[in-house]
């Protein structure tokens, strides 16, 4: 069951500290799990991992490649930056793990804008897009670090080959805690008539405050959060446009090839309906904080509005 807090507010733990958490109760839970640092336990935050399990963690250094390629016979989570996580390792994720069937768990930090004074370099735009073509490749975005935690033991027992987009700090917290999420669904936080917003990662929250801002103008909105962008829920994404007639997909990624594409993709194939997309449109990443990065994208909620209603006209 999900249950949305009464009163969304600022995350009292960073996500990096959700995720090690979890790391550690799945490790717990199965000595099978191992962890491998890119020389970025500080900057992820498996501290107290390495310390709970020092003989069940290899730092591999900065060689993302070489650490996919030791991740075989265990049920690793390897993690890096997601540019480095994806784009720079995907044949080994390709061969060495997904057409080879083993279990494999890639962590990718600092999802598009999340990445802020990093900048451009390390700013993953493209990570799900370019992991979505794999076969049989899971990807999951959690929201919040409630959602982190639930969705890290929920990988943890999950055969296969796996990719977490994972903001590192604090963001804002939706969920109470005891909230569950299985793996290949979405959670419906509300039902609307009018249109609905599909989104996942830090959008969600973007998506309830424009659900808000819509219902003030007498517009009703139905809010998913798609946390898990493959296997897409189709089910989901078809009933939602029956209902509503109208899809906006809000994403912190390029808007080729990920949640947006996948919707698109679910639309056109099972219930064509007029389709709006929010997300970085086919840019380089830039250095600087988060929420001005957001606004020179135009993933801020305002922007979710002014798509919403743009859906709505052209189902008319």
């Known amino acids: ?40 336990v500080s900057s992820v935050g498996t501290g107290a991992y390495v310390k709970r399990f020092p003989d069940r963690h ?19 989570f390897m993690h890096s930056f997601g540019v480095f996580a994806s ?17 494999v ?12 004074v990093n ?8 990570d799900a897009g370019a992991l979505r073509v794999i076969p049989k490749m899971t990807i999951v975005e959690p929201s919040d670090s409630v959602m982190m935690e639930d969705l890290v033991k929920r990988l943890a027992k999950h055969e296969g080959v796996d ?30 008539t009018d249109v609905a917003i599909i989104a996942s990662g830090v959008m969600v929250y973007e998506a309830l405050r424009a659900a808000d801002m819509l219902a003030e103008e007498g517009i009703s909105a139905t809010v998913i959060d798609m946390y898990t962008i493959k296997p897409l829920d189709i ?19 390029n808007v080729i090839g990920a949640l947006g594409s996948a919707v698109a993709e679910a639309l056109s194939e ?18 600087g904080p988060q929420e001005y990065l957001m606004d020179i994208f135009h993933l801020t909620a305002g922007d979710i509005v002014e798509k919403a209603k743009r859906a709505i006209e052209r189902k008319r």
Request: charged content about 25%; hydrophobic content about 45%; proline content about 4%.
């Open 58 to 76: 290899l730092n591999c250094g900065i060689q993302e490649a070489n650490a996919c390629g030791v991740a075989a016979g265990l049920v690793p």
């Open 1 to 40: 069951m999900v249950r949305l807090l009464k009163e969304f507010k600022q995350d009292t733990r960073e996500m990096r500290e959700a995720y090690c958490a979890a790391l550690i109760a799945a490790a717990e839970a199965d000595p099978r799990v191992f962890a491998l640092d890119c020389d970025l």
């Open 105 to 116: 768990k890639v962590v990718g930090a600092d999802p598009g804008v999340t990445a802020a």
């Open 270 to 287: 099972n219930c064509p309906v007029p389709l709006e997309r929010v997300g970085v449109m086919d840019r380089f990443g830039e250095v």
């Open 87 to 103: 784009r720079r390792i995907m044949d080994q994720i390709y061969i060495s793990c997904a057409y080879a069937g083993l279990n």
């Open 235 to 253: 089910e989901s994404v078809v009933r939602a446009a029956e209902t509503t007639g109208a899809v906006v997909a809000a994403e912190n990624h």
């Open 119 to 126: 900048g451009g370099t390390h700013m993953a735009l493209e």
């Open 163 to 192: 990719y977490l987009r994972m903001a590192r700090k604090k963001g804002i917290r939706l969920y109470e805690e005891g909230s569950e999420f299985p793996l290949g669904k979405a959670a419906w936080l509300r039902e609307g």
